[in-house]
């Protein structure tokens, strides 16, 4: 079993920047997809963006491209989300998660382990 512990939320102001780290441990995560997610009051669990693992691979919603970036270090068993420019609707409280294996998945249910949670709130 998989555990994940997400830091480094916190208030920012519109423009500014945050990194929020996922510290993985117990079993192995190498062939896995990560992924992060985020979740407004009143809103759905919406994907942020994924990495695998071993490939490397790394995919955005189109809402945070060019703004956020995933990366991983291997060493630390450490999934990271770079956030620049970042704007009041980012708002939300953000979540790593890690899929069984390898998805492509942008939705919440194909992923089966879940931190939990570290707010991000972006003032105007």
């Known amino acids: 079993q998989v555990q994940l512990v997400e830091s480094g939320g916190g208030l920012v102001q519109a423009g500014g920047s945050l990194t929020l780290s996922c510290a993985a441990s117990g079993r192995t995560i190498s062939g896995n997809t990560m992924g992060w997610f985020r979740q407004a009051p009143g809103k759905e669990r919406e994907f942020v963006a994924r990495i695998g693992w071993g490939t490397g691979t790394r995919y955005y919603a189109e809402s945070v491209k060019g703004r956020f970036t995933i990366s991983k270090d291997n060493a630390k068993n450490t999934v990271y989300l770079q956030m620049n420019s970042l704007k009041p609707e980012d708002t939300a409280l953000y979540y790593c998660?890690?899929?069984?294996?390898?998805?492509?998945?942008?939705?919440?249910?194909?992923?089966?382990?879940w931190g939990q949670g570290t707010q991000v709130t972006v003032s105007s």
């Open positions: 998660t890690a899929a069984k294996g390898f998805t492509t998945s942008t939705i919440p249910s194909d992923y089966n382990t």
